[in-house]
């Protein structure tokens, strides 16, 4: 069981919308720290592609955006493509934990 | 280009240790905290051990205090994680990957470690 709760599947089709959200408590992302998310491709390593919430690294396009409220945060794809498909985490830091945490991943599907 | 390879991962059986090494390259290796993060077959991603840049600070996940060790030689650019009294639960893809303001700006890409008789 993750501290940070992601849905296990979204699914869109080409063009479309999807956010994924991650869920955490008072602890973690209610307790005011960053989150970041990761992007991984099958058989490769994760890759950061949303850095304090909502600021994105060089090379990755606009039409992914991160928010964050209260105790949860989200990662949207718009104008979805089928080199979306990949599995993305959030992560976070735990003051109960004293460490870093991640979510348990969602698998994005392009219909 | 900002680089990290890891090396060392294999087959060993239950009880049985190994060292991974992660050799970085193109950035101040010496400015950086540096963590192992491992991901299980199928599964998420755990983070493993952090270190400080200078190496005196050091953390773990609960499920490998006393048996994992990470440190680094700052003269070579490395970072290493000694594993001792290995279980198959240990079986993982293990990244070595640079830490910046809490979150993971650069991976590598991986080595594999499997614990099996």
């Known amino acids: 069981q993750s501290v940070l709760t992601q849905p296990p599947s979204v699914s869109g089709a080409p063009g479309q919308r999807v956010t994924i959200s991650c869920t955490g408590s008072?602890?973690?992302?209610?307790?005011?720290?960053?989150v970041h998310w990761y992007r991984q491709f099958p058989g490769t390593a994760p890759k950061l592609l949303i850095y304090?919430?909502?600021n994105r690294p060089s090379g990755v396009p606009d039409r992914i955006s991160g928010s964050k409220s209260g105790t949860s945060a989200s990662l949207a794809i718009s104008g979805l493509q089928a080199e979306d498909e990949a599995d993305y985490y959030c992560?976070?830091?735990?003051?109960?934990?004293?460490?870093?945490?991640f979510g348990g991943g969602t698998k994005l599907t392009v219909l | 280009e900002v680089q990290l390879v890891e090396s060392g991962g294999g087959l060993v059986q239950p009880g049985g240790s190994l060292k991974l090494s992660c050799a970085a390259s193109?950035?101040?290796?010496?400015?950086?905290?540096m963590r192992w993060v491992r991901q299980a077959p199928g599964k998420g991603l755990e983070w493993v051990a952090v270190?400080?840049?200078?190496?005196?600070?050091?953390y773990y996940v609960d499920s490998v205090k006393g048996r994992f060790t990470i440190s680094r030689d700052n003269a070579k650019n490395s970072l290493y994680l000694q594993m001792n009294s290995l279980r198959a639960e240990d079986s993982a893809v293990y990244y070595c990957?640079?830490?910046?303001?809490?979150?993971?700006?650069?991976w590598g890409t991986g080595t594999t470690v499997t614990v099996s008789s």
């Open positions: 193109e950035f101040t290796f010496t400015s950086y905290w």
């Open positions: 990957v640079r830490c910046y303001n809490y979150y993971m700006d650069v």
């Open positions: 304090v919430s909502s």
């Open positions: 992560q976070s830091f735990d003051s109960s934990l004293s460490g870093s945490v």
């Open positions: 008072s602890s973690n992302i209610g307790a005011g720290y960053d």
């Open positions: 270190i400080n840049p200078d190496g005196s600070e050091k």
